[in-house]
């Protein structure tokens, strides 16, 4: 593949990419923090004490990668439940929604992105890694946890940022898991919760990364006063997962806690439209620098 000479050519694109990326996700939903994009969870909605208790999401996109980072209470390896069918509690997968669609009809259209980070847990994907055309299950019967949504609010759990920012409210939450006629009537019998992977076709692997890594890349959940006992990272090829407005979320293995993300990722050149961007990335690259400016001085307020 001739690709050495066009990377010299893509240094140039990705710097506007980045620009637009960055104004991309103001725009969309989450809060921008030194290039991560957060979704902060409540801090007392995890039903079971501080292991099921998750913090935050936060996500970043650079030209070629996408990192992801959560923090909360839960080991990369689950917490030991007697109760669960394989005596442990863990991670369910990472969904990524491109759709525009609530999640159950994505996952009936095996229209949804999922990833596998937990190589524990209960995932019907094989191994740990970046899944497309994904359709998800619930695990939670398994694991002692929730039948559904609305049995866990019933048990108390309701808070604030129940999903995290983006869907701060229990309302908010059935609006985006489930379709219309659901949302306007959730029951304990129409509310499962989906959390894992049940099958797709996975297109690539993921990369775990140290604390010191997503430091380095800038992660501060503490400047939201979020740090959990446990943070994971990880990161994976840009081009393994969709583009555009995005709604990503991941629950617990027993739903005892979820979080929600609102974000936005931007499309990856094509090479044979590559000249052509460029030429619109340095004519942009002016207006965009003035916004981020606008930007960076509304964000310190
Ligand atoms: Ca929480
Ligand atoms: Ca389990
Ligand atoms: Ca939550």
């Not at 996109?61 to 863990?90: Q, R």
């Not at 005892?256 to 340095?282: F, I, Q, R, T």
């Amino acid at each position: 593949m001739k690709t050495i000479g066009m990377r010299t050519l893509l240094g140039t694109v990705a710097a506007s990419v980045c620009l637009i990326s960055a104004t991309g996700q103001q725009a969309s939903a989450g809060q921008l923090h030194n290039g991560w994009n957060y979704g902060i969870d409540a801090f007392n909605d995890g039903s079971g004490g501080a292991a099921y208790e998750i913090k935050g999401l936060a996500i970043k996109e650079t030209a070629d990668s996408v990192f992801v980072a959560l923090t909360g209470g839960m080991p990369l390896t689950g917490t030991a439940n007697g109760s669960a069918a394989d005596g442990n509690v863990g991670w369910g997968d990472l969904f990524f929604n491109f759709s525009g669609n609530n999640f159950t009809t994505a996952s009936n259209q095996s229209s949804l992105f999922g990833i596998r980070f937990a190589g524990t847990n209960d995932s019907g994907a094989a191994s740990t890694g970046v899944y497309q055309n994904v359709q998800a299950k619930s695990v939670t019967g398994a694991n002692h946890g929730y039948g559904s949504l609305r049995q866990y609010y019933n048990a108390g759990y309701n808070k604030t940022n129940t999903l995290g920012t983006d869907l701060p409210t229990a309302q908010a939450a059935y609006n985006y898991l489930y379709p219309a006629n659901v949302a306007s009537n959730p029951t304990t019998g129409n509310t499962p919760i989906l959390n894992v992977i049940n099958s797709g076709t996975k297109v690539g692997d993921i990369a775990m990364l140290t604390s010191s890594a997503l430091t380095a890349a800038g992660l501060d959940f503490g400047h939201f006063g979020a740090n959990g006992s446990q943070t994971i990272g990880f990161q994976f090829n840009r081009s393994l997962i969709g583009s555009g407005d995005y709604l990503a979320n991941v629950f617990v293995e027993c739903g005892n806690d979820g979080v929600a993300l609102a974000g936005n990722l931007e499309a990856v050149p094509e090479p044979s439209s590559m000249a052509g961007l460029a030429l619109v990335g340095l004519s942009a690259a002016g207006s965009m620098l003035r916004k981020r400016r606008t930007l960076t001085a509304s964000s310190t307020n």
